[in-house]
């Protein structure tokens, strides 16, 4: 099994939300790694810092952000999450195929890029709590996990 992560699956395992029980469920059962690429790990970082610094934000947001920040971290030292480098160019091209054929009802770039760099990394399970990225990366041929929402 090689599991991969779209970025709303990753932040119920690091925050406090809604679906981190199912995410917590569904992780503890696998042995491999949770695979994600650099540019997830980055992108995450990145919105987990500003929040942090965000001084509109309340403490408890704050404080939120800051210890999802230290758990991403600790699951990335830990390899309980693995970045793997990808070819970005081969997904990019794979999401614009997509795009084409769904002219009229075009989801965001980003829900058409993570199943794109799922297939891209080569996985066999796609893990997503949401509808619109999972119907890609089904009809691409990856299991979805969970089963159903």
């Not at 990753?10 to 696998?30: H, P």
């Not at 614009?96 to 399970?125: D, N, S, Y």
Request: hydrophobic share 45%; proline share 6%; charged share 20%.
């Amino acid at each position: 099994m090689k599991p991969f992560l779209d970025a709303g699956f990753l932040l119920a395992l690091i925050l406090e939300m809604r679906g981190s029980r199912v995410a917590w469920q569904i992780t503890r059962e696998m042995d491999a790694p949770l695979y994600l690429c650099h540019f997830q790990r980055f992108q995450t970082e990145n919105r987990l810092l500003r929040e942090v610094e965000n001084s509109a934000a309340k403490a408890t947001e704050r404080a939120s952000a800051s210890a999802a920040l230290q758990k991403l971290r600790h699951y990335l030292d830990e390899q309980f999450f693995q970045a793997i480098p990808l070819e970005y160019d081969v997904a990019l091209d794979l999401a614009g195929q997509w795009q084409g054929q769904l002219i009229g009802r075009t989801p965001p770039g980003m829900l058409l890029f993570w199943p794109a760099l799922a297939v891209t990394a080569g996985a066999t399970h796609f893990l997503s709590f949401d509808p619109r990225p999972r119907q890609l990366a089904e009809n691409a041929g990856l299991q979805l996990l969970p089963a159903r929402l």
